[in-house]
């Protein structure tokens, strides 16, 4: 149950489109398409942007989308701004109840 | 308001046990499963548990399998994790979330929607 695979970090300008991948296997990504995205600010709970791959929560841009392909999920951000900043991570379902993380991507607006 | 709120972290020596627990209000809460997940200090989250909304399905990381024990009691709107023979290792912030879906089979990774701030565990001797 090793950690998704995630760059530690991503940049953009103002305006830009950042794209965040998630590397899995073919027994939790590749699996299932039980694949979800967080923003976690620091002294803030985790908030979640995107569940089930590509659907997003009410509240939440349209400027977020989320896609996979394989063993890899990607979560890209349009039009950045700089309340974007912050960390993000996947979240993937591993089979049997089970969940696993990706190492998180901090994301800095340039 | 849709609110979850973690208690029952502190300091403990290793070995010892702690039991957390995260009591609901603003939904109804026996419709939904449950997850337990942390942070630890510099490092990123960690799925640790769930379960489903009736407890029929429970799900464990294999870093706390055999250690750790989730539960619920639907009639008090609470989850609960109990901690055993607590290790360095399990310092962190500890986190209960709701799942996004009504009563469907236990999924990490589908969704958590709704978090609570979290409730710190330092284990140190």
């Known amino acids: 149950q090793s950690a998704l695979t995630q760059p530690p970090s991503a940049s953009g300008s103002p305006g830009q489109s950042v794209t965040i991948s998630c590397t899995g296997t073919?027994?939790?990504?590749?699996?299932?398409?039980?694949v979800s995205w967080y923003q976690h600010l620091p002294g803030k709970a985790p908030k979640l942007i995107i569940y089930?791959?590509?659907k997003r929560p009410s509240g939440v841009p349209d400027r977020f989308s989320g896609s996979k392909s394989g063993t890899t999920a990607s979560l890209t951000v349009s039009g950045l701004q700089a309340e974007d900043e912050g960390d993000y991570y996947c979240?993937?379902?591993?089979?049997?109840?089970?969940?696993?993380f990706g190492t998180g991507t901090k994301v800095t607006v340039v | 308001e849709v609110e979850l709120v973690e208690s029952g972290g502190g300091s403990v020596q290793p070995g010892r046990s702690l039991t957390l627990s995260c009591v609901v209000s603003?939904?109804?809460?026996?419709?939904?499963?449950m997850h337990w997940v942390r942070q630890t200090p510099g490092k990123g989250l960690e799925w640790i548990s769930s379960i489903s909304w009736n407890s029929g399905s429970i799900g464990y990381a294999d870093s706390v399998k055999g250690r750790f024990t989730i539960s619920r009691d639907n009639t008090q709107n609470s989850l609960y994790l109990q901690i055993d023979n607590l290790r360095p290792e399990d310092t962190a912030l500890y986190y209960c979330?709701?799942?996004?879906?009504?009563?469907?089979?236990?999924?990490?990774?589908?969704?958590?929607?709704?978090w609570g701030q979290g409730t710190t565990v330092t284990v140190s001797s």
């Open positions: 089930e791959v590509n």
């Open positions: 073919s027994t939790d990504i590749g699996g299932f398409n039980y």
């Open positions: 979240l993937s379902y591993a089979g049997t109840d089970r969940g696993v």
């Open positions: 979330a709701r799942d996004v879906f009504v009563r469907t089979p236990v999924r990490p990774g589908r969704g958590m929607d709704v």
């Open positions: 603003g939904f109804k809460f026996d419709d939904y499963a």
